[in-house]
């Protein structure tokens, strides 16, 4: 009993092993083999739509709903100590800094990831990967390439779009519905963002979100058993494992750059 | 080496895992010729095939497509010899966000320059070969099965290769597909002077359009021949596969212990 629970305890690390250095030769691979992905960019461009257009929608709402609540939820701590003008910078701080590209990417996990691994795994378990492969043209880089590096440049574009109609809700709220000061709201949000602290922080954020979500779920897509579960399981697995990753990185990533930060 | 012989197999031995699956496999397929690999489900056939296409490597013997050894050739080398070769998937493997244009367009924009509108001329030759002219705007999701097999017949001949392997093209049609598909292969076998490799278990259908026939069974190759050859074959294990026998060499049961020992009877009682 106790020997064959060590036994499988082995086969499952053994097994993780071998899924992690599979993950990291995939990754190698597809960005090696990416030349077809910027010599016909019209791939990309098409996979540009997919992620990161169809996207737009649950993004745009999204951020638009974060941007108002905060925007009520910061007037209501601001007033409290008489600095409700400083509304503008704490909503545009917290969206550009972290709200905006964590919560971008996470959408994006939910939405353009699992849709990704589905495709993949669906035409694996449908042999359209082998049929590529015997018709002498490269999956990795005709099918999984320019999915990737579509997902790396349409990640930065939505969160900054999450982040702008966020800027945009918070101003709703603030200003047109609560009664905020319009001039003190935009001069303190202009003084207190930082292009390279902030901004650029931001945009680094979501270009790493970008390739993180991106790899995991074309990972999972290629690697997904041919069968309805083996699907269902690698969908399911994208947007968990993504988000979780999201969330990691997005601490290790702060720690770095907002160190000094005041 | 004979050089009319366009596949070689030579005492092929391949396993997944621990599970050996072929254990000694001897084929040829001359060039022009439709040839057979019929056996039971599961006895190796679609491996055969993937050994060929260079998608698996045998751990023992050789696999010889057109004098080369398959096996032997790193990634350019394979892909240049699969140019030349086309493969025909059990449910057609056909690109679904495509329609049935770009489907056989395909391979012609990924390896050639040629300009759209000799492909478009081209693409419209093969989809006439199959019939299917008029279906070259719909999406796959909207062709029936065979119609689905007939679109990626056109699709595995667009670049005119001089191997296609079909894996069990018979599978699931109706009686008409089933005629109209077997007298494909055969037609564009002679007219195209291709080499035709059949996977397929079913055996009356491809009698009728083979020139050859190889049997494979537990890993290697039982009984060979040409379709009369077959026919009259008093091989046991040919006799059941030919007549479709319930049992007998292949048999019915799957090995299980003693059934009223399952049952839980005990031999007083059974």
Redesign the interface.
Known sequence: MLKSAITRLGHRVLDAVWRIGFAARFFVATVFRSGTAFTRLGLTIREIYFSGVLSLIIILVSGLFVGMVLGLQGYDTLQRYGSESALGSLVALSLVRELGPVLAALLFASRAGSAITAEIGLMKATEQLSAMEMMAVDPIARVVAPRFWAGIISMPLLAALFSATGIFGGYLVGVQLIGVDEGSFWSQMQSAVDFQEDIVNGVIKSVVFGVAVTAIALFEGYDAPPTAEGVSGATTRTVVTSSLVVLALDFVLTAIMFRGVS | MAPDNLVEIENVVFGYGARPVLKGVNLTARRGQVVAIMGNSGCGKTTLLRLI?G?LKPSQGTVKVAGESVADLDQAG???L??K???L???G????DMTVFDNVA??LR??TDLPEDAIRDLVLMKLHAVGLRGAAGLMPAELSGGMARRV?LA?AIALDPMLIMYDEPFAGLDPISLGVTGNLIRRLTDTLGLTSLVVTHDVQESLKIVDYVYFVSEGVIEAEGTPDQIRASTLPFVHQFVHGEVDGPVPFHYPAPPYAEDLGLSAGHA
């Open positions: 296409g998608q394979l892909y240049r699969r140019r070769m086309g493969m998937f059990q449910f493997a056909l690109f679904t395909f391979q990924e390896h990626a699709r």
